[in-house]
């Protein structure tokens, strides 16, 4: 499952995601309808999913602020509000590389990704920044 954040609704993501993604693309609403969901309860709203993706633009609240946890994982894009549309390929990209080709691989994993392509996690087991050369 991927669920996009709130700031990404209406920017017809979730369709052009869902052309490719065979699992379901839903928008964080959706898992509590009719409230305000505040960035700080994000990470136990994901853990109560099974092994979803999150996908943001708020990298500036996500990216090395939130801890990597085991029941989900955060990709955060680092894109101006043009380059929005380029989130389809580039997360297309990540779920295709070998470390992030599966929901059991990508899990326990915080993603940061430039619209230059550029990427870089950091994981449960510590928080050392890894960059992938080869994405």
């Not at 470390?99 to 230059?116: E, L, N, P, W, Y």
């Amino acid at each position: 499952m991927i669920i996009l954040d709130e700031h990404l609704q209406s920017k017809g993501l979730e369709e052009a995601i869902q052309q490719w993604y065979a699992g379901a693309v839903i928008n964080i609403v959706d898992l509590r309808p009719n409230t305000v969901i505040k960035d700080d309860a994000i990470p136990s709203l994901l853990a109560q999913q099974n092994q979803p993706t999150f996908v943001t633009i708020n990298a500036t609240d996500f990216w090395q602020r939130v801890s990597a946890f085991e029941k989900f994982c955060v990709v955060c894009f680092a894109v101006t509000s043009s380059e929005i549309v380029q989130i389809p390929s580039l997360l297309r990209r990540l779920l295709r590389h070998c470390d992030f080709d599966t929901k059991a691989k990508r899990v326990g994993k915080v993603v940061r990704i430039t619209s230059q392509g550029n990427m870089a996690f950091y994981n449960t087991e510590n928080r050392d920044i890894h960059s992938l050369t080869d994405f």
